[in-house]
């Protein structure tokens, strides 16, 4: 008989019953480090204060009016998100997802409206957007799409890091946008180098097509800068957001040029909840917390040392670990062993992380942990692998 949840998910037996910073407490009293952070979501840990208090404010207020009316958090969170990056407007949805069916809309009524016959758009393999028809139809890979044909048309998938293959797909007059993640996350934690992000942009210039952002999972401060293109010195034309921006509280955008949003006029797209005061009070805070420059330049700290102490990881066990990738406070482990392995010691040793493609563990903290939790994270990955080792004995 089907459970009353959809088996949808392949949960591990645990039941969370609070947290407190980088630390959740399951129902049983087990107290374990959280080194996943609701997979990049809860960017200031669990139960910040400043978060708790802005919503609880806000919930003792208003929660919803619909967006048939003017919303001023809402508003503010707008205008604060132009102030910090290269968007002239923004959409609020309620997740990553969402963002992704707008920037596909987006860029395709752009050409439409410019009577150019331009909706064809390049992914890449590995990607992951979401599991909208927009978003599997973008990753393209059997896991996402299987099943759920007849798929929607109008994306070409190219393999990652091939420049050639870029270069001849880019060319077709048929092409109106690339999209893409400056750093994949569920496809392994594999940054795209700036040099070719910067490439990127070039081409899109060159041939006059839209430059698509997924930065769901990037985004936020995630990589130590408030977005990760920056990095690499460009700007998209449009921009997913989602996950951090919301600290946990479920909140999405998209973030467009004026140019690439010309197209979208009264009517054209909507969203009940998107962008409702509950949401926007919460994401308002956390730019207050996240934008600030001294923040960021803590995270950057941080990554430093918690990339250095996971390559002494791989030094100590070269036979359980291949390799360290990623950016600021996302990084990923690629394990020589499977990393379900590695996975379920980590839970003996109350450590969460969470799996990726390309037999990776990601590492995503809070991003205001404490460095005395991230010594203490590796030292239990540490034990973990011992006891890899010690049952493969």
Not at 3 to 16: I, W
Not at 206 to 220: A, F, K, P
Request: with cysteine.
């Amino acid at each position: 008989m089907i459970p009353s949840l959809l088996p949808t998910y392949n949960r591990t037996p645990m039941s969370v019953d609070h947290g407190q910073g980088s630390w959740l407490v399951m129902a049983d009293g087990r107290r374990f480090l959280d080194m996943g952070a609701g997979i990049a979501v809860n960017a200031l840990g669990h139960a910040h204060p400043a978060l708790t208090n802005v919503l609880t404010e806000q919930a003792g207020k208003l929660w919803h009016v619909s967006n048939l009316y003017q919303i001023p958090q809402q508003q503010a969170l707008a205008d604060r998100l132009v102030e910090e990056t290269f968007a002239d407007t923004v959409f609020f949805t309620n997740s990553g997802t969402e963002a992704c069916e707008l920037a596909v809309k987006m860029a395709r009524k752009y050409w439409f409206e410019k009577g150019e016959d331009r909706m064809r758009i390049l992914a890449f393999e590995g990607s992951f957007h979401g599991r909208s028809s927009a978003g599997i139809a973008a990753a393209g890979s059997e896991k996402m799409t299987h099943g759920f044909g007849p798929l929607l048309p109008g994306f070409t998938h190219l393999p990652w890091g091939d420049h050639d293959a870029l270069e001849a797909a880019i060319k077709e007059p048929n092409i109106g946008a690339v999209l893409i993640e400056p750093v994949q996350g569920e496809g392994g934690i594999r940054p795209l180098p700036d040099q070719c992000l910067k490439g990127l942009r070039d081409l899109c210039d060159q041939h006059g097509v839209l430059l698509i952002l997924d930065e769901v999972q990037c985004g936020v401060g995630r990589t130590g800068r408030l977005f990760a293109h920056e990095w690499a010195g460009i700007t998209p034309d449009i921009m997913m957001v989602a996950k951090g921006i919301g600290g946990g509280f479920p909140l999405g955008a998209v973030l467009a040029t004026e140019k690439a949003a010309s197209g979208m006029t009264a009517g054209t797209h909507g969203s009940t909840y998107g962008g409702n005061p509950l949401a926007c009070a919460v994401g308002l805070k956390i730019m207050e917390i996240i934008a600030d420059p001294a923040f960021l330049e803590d995270v950057r700290r941080k990554s430093g040392h918690l990339r250095q102490a996971l390559e002494g990881l791989i030094a100590a066990h070269p036979d359980i670990f291949e390799e360290v990738r990623g950016s600021g406070l996302m990084l990923g482990l690629r394990c020589r062993v499977p990393n379900t392995d590695v996975l379920a010691r980590a839970y003996e040793e109350n450590l969460l992380i969470v799996p990726a493609a390309d037999n990776v563990l990601r590492i995503l903290p809070a991003l205001n942990i404490e460095e005395a939790e991230m010594t203490e994270a590796v030292a239990r990955l540490d034990r973990a692998a011992s006891a890899v080792i010690a049952a493969a004995a």
